[in-house]
């Protein structure tokens, strides 16, 4: 009787990602992962797994999914090479706190340690990079630690969790059951908040004369838009975002006063050094966002919501920590905080927003130089999407342009690599982010040099069929190393300058519509036209080739040393 | 402003995992911090393993590194202590040929002042057991080094807080019974 009810180990794995309500894997097979991938087969009308052309795309692409459902990406991969590929994309899920649980086969355990083919040690290659990971070896072990995997994935602050099982665990017969990890007794995943710490925020936040809001993913990562707008609102104070927080709050919102840190805007750098109380809400402060930590809002008092312990303190010291998810914290403080409005004070934003609009931004989105700016692609986008599109973008000069300029209205809106800096993210974030929101314009916006580090997912979309809407803005160059060549090493371009195939021919080869621009007068008519398409688009855009993103705060400045030009 | 580098002993209780020793160690790696010694053993509480590590640096630093410790999902609970909180032995052996134990009246007199025990006695050699404090180890190694050290070994801290860790409580565990 009992004979008949074991499953394999491979049946169980489907069966508990089937548990944990997952319906879609991105992924690559190979030999030690086989028996997993033989069971696929048999549940594919329940599992949809998405063969992507490299690991690596495989984790960008569960990256991209989870970030715009706020559920948790599956990757799977095969063992040694196989997993070692998926590491970048755990580290970048790792820094950008992006639930993530990847499944890789392993050699059998009677080979462990032997240099058996395709094994290598990617528990301890991953561990740096990962929430948790666990190496499994026996059937029975499968279900218990894939429901702890998908547990700590997306609890408390998210992250990737790596789950390798050996070849004969996944042959090995089990017999299946299944319950949902709710607790494990050496993890706390939200602390408690401590009322006294409120009393004392509120009380800082109430006395403020000029109150600056920074907030980051935390707010978009703990569903807290609506509090988040509740409190601003209540309490009146300008918010500025950092590049992962960017969507939370819609663009228009009159609080809303742009982006902080190296290529934000000039108003929230410069006032962040006269502020006289610095609100931290789901920021970690990185030193992208601070400049010299030496000058960074000394004169100001600071209080820090975040979720992780480990935050507090760790770069800049802060006068009231609140510990707990802003779901819950953003409202108890709600009930003690003062209705108030910081008019002047805001007034101080916008003023400084016209000296950065007339030194930076009226040329950028309507250049009087012949070629094409970043900026005013992103400009027609926005204008063509009316603000409504998922926005990817990879590394570098566009990255930095597309956040400045892309506007939102909808929250979970905008992808991107922030906190590894990975490029190559963009394209495989973006196939996955419309599979996670196929009812929504997804547009990825890539460089030339990210675009072709992971090109080949160009296969995977064209397969799926997924209409992404993919714009590279071409200038020839790695363009943020050379811009960095030519403010901070005299123009020495080593190794930036990029000699380009014919990049709509390759997306032509994939049979993905294609086009390219190279003048304004067509601009608007290409982007309405790939906009207007329900299939896969890629647009080519020549911009200008030696153009620099500014406002820039120079490495090692203050922020209020931001520099317009 | 800058601080000054002190010697913490860190205690972390943890679930018994096998990767756990990598994962803490990979904290310090990233931060560019040595371990001077490192234990691991079973804790007082059943199943509970404990990791004592000793490192030399400022206290804000050792403040942020117990944080990201204790961020480790198996991790329970970690604590730091200065020298002065904490009640601290490492134990030495010292390999010395027997020639020089029988030649030696010197030896003899070390050995008994320096209150170490003789562990074993063989033709070739004898052992010498120390436990104590770094200086007193080491004060005897500089003893019996001119008489020929043929080997020398000293384990990592074993320390106890003065104050309670209250492991227990954070555990829910009652082990007064």
């Known amino acids: 009787m009992s004979e008949i009810t074991k499953i394999s180990g491979a049946e169980a794995v489907i069966k508990s990602l089937l548990k944990e309500g997952v319906d879609l894997i991105y992924g690559y097979p190979g030999g030690a992962i086989m028996p997993i991938y033989d069971e696929l087969h048999k549940y594919e009308d329940k599992l949809n797994h998405v063969l992507t052309r490299h690991e690596q795309g495989a984790t960008h692409a569960a990256q991209g999914f989870a970030r715009v459902t706020g559920k948790v990406g599956v990757v799977m991969a095969t063992s040694g090479p196989g997993a070692t590929n998926l590491v970048t994309g755990i580290a970048d899920a790792q820094i950008d706190s992006t639930p993530m649980v990847c499944i890789t086969g392993q050699v059998a355990s009677h080979l462990l340690g032997s240099d058996a083919f395709q094994e290598t040690d990617i528990i301890g290659i991953s561990s740096p990079v990962t929430k948790w990971n666990c190496q499994v070896t026996k059937a029975s072990e499968i279900p218990e630690v894939l429901a702890k995997a998908f547990y700590i994935a997306k609890s408390g602050r998210p992250g990737p969790v790596l789950i390798d099982i050996t070849k004969d665990a996944q042959f090995e017969l089990m017999e299946f059951s299944y319950s949902k990890c709710k607790t494990i007794r050496s993890y706390t995943p939200v602390p408690n908040y401590s009322i006294k710490q409120l009393k004392k925020a509120a009380e800082l936040i109430n006395n403020a004369k000029k109150p600056l809001i920074v907030f980051g993913q935390g707010v978009i990562l703990g569903n807290a838009e609506t509090e988040f707008k509740n409190f601003i609102e209540k309490t009146g104070i300008p918010s500025a975002w950092t590049i992962l927080g960017l969507s939370a709050l819609p663009s228009d919102h009159p609080l809303n006063v742009g982006m902080v840190g190296m290529h934000g805007n000039y108003g929230p ?142 929250s979970k809106s905008n992808v991107t690599s922030g906190g590894l800096g990975t490029m190559g993210f963009a394209l495989p974030a973006a196939l996955g982010a419309k599979m996670g929101a196929p009812e929504r314009e997804v547009v990825a916006i890539i460089g030339d040099g990210g675009f072709q580090m992971t090109i080949q997912e160009l296969g995977t979309i064209f397969q799926t069929g997924s209409a992404v809407k993919i714009v590279v803005l071409n200038n020839n160059y790695l363009g943020m190393v050379r811009q960095w060549q030519e403010m901070f090493f005299e123009k020495r371009y080593a190794s930036t300058e990029l000699v380009n195939p014919d990049f709509v021919t390759i997306a032509k080869g994939y049979y993905i519509e294609a086009k390219k621009v190279s003048k304004r007068e067509e601009l608007k008519s290409s982007i309405e036209l790939m906009m207007n398409s329900k299939k896969p688009f890629f647009l080519e855009v020549s911009v200008e080739k030696e153009h620099n993103v500014f406002p820039m705060i120079p490495t090692g400045a203050s922020v209020s040393d931001i520099r317009l030009d | 402003m800058s601080e000054l580098n002190n010697t913490y002993t860190i205690s972390v209780y943890t679930e018994n995992n096998l990767g756990l020793l990598n994962r803490i160690s990979a904290i310090f790696l990233k931060r560019h911090i040595s371990i001077e010694s490192l234990t691991t053993s079973q804790s007082e509480i059943e199943n509970i393993f404990r990791f004592i590590i000793v490192v030399s640096i400022t206290k804000s630093r050792v403040e942020r590194v117990i944080k990201q410790i204790e961020k480790q999902i198996e991790v329970i609970a970690a604590f730091y202590h200065s020298n002065e909180e904490t009640i601290f032995l490492e134990t030495a052996l010292y390999k010395v040929k027997s020639k020089s134990l029988f030649n030696e009246k010197t030896i003899q007199k070390i050995i008994k002042n320096s209150q170490a025990n003789i562990v074993t006695v063989s033709p070739e050699y004898f052992v010498i057991e120390k436990t104590g404090w770094r200086k007193d180890t080491e004060k005897l190694y500089d003893e019996l080094e001119p008489y020929g050290l043929l080997q020398f070994v000293r384990s990592g801290r074993i320390s106890v807080s003065k104050e309670p860790m209250n492991i227990s409580n954070i555990l829910g565990l009652n082990t007064d019974k």
Request: aromatic share 6%.
């Open chain 1, 269 to 410: 750098n410069v006032l962040t050094n006269q502020c006289d109380l610095l609100i931290a809400v789901g920021m970690r402060f990185d030193d992208r966002v601070t400049g010299n930590l030496d000058t960074y809002a000394k004169q100001a008092k600071i209080i820090h919501f975040d979720i992780d312990p480990a935050e507090i303190n760790k770069t800049v010291e802060v006068d009231v920590p609140v510990l707990g998810t802003v779901k819950e914290t953003l409202p108890e403080i709600l009930k003690l905080v003062n209705k108030n409005n910081h008019q002047n004070w805001l007034g101080k934003f916008h003023s400084l927003y016209e000296k950065e609009y007339s030194k930076v931004i009226k040329e950028e989105l309507h250049p009087t130089k012949e070629g094409l700016s970043m900026a005013e692609v992103v400009k027609e986008i926005n204008i063509a999407s009316k603000g409504n599109a998922i926005i990817i973008t990879d590394v570098g000069q566009h990255q930095m342009v597309a956040c400045r300029y892309a506007k939102f209205n909808e």
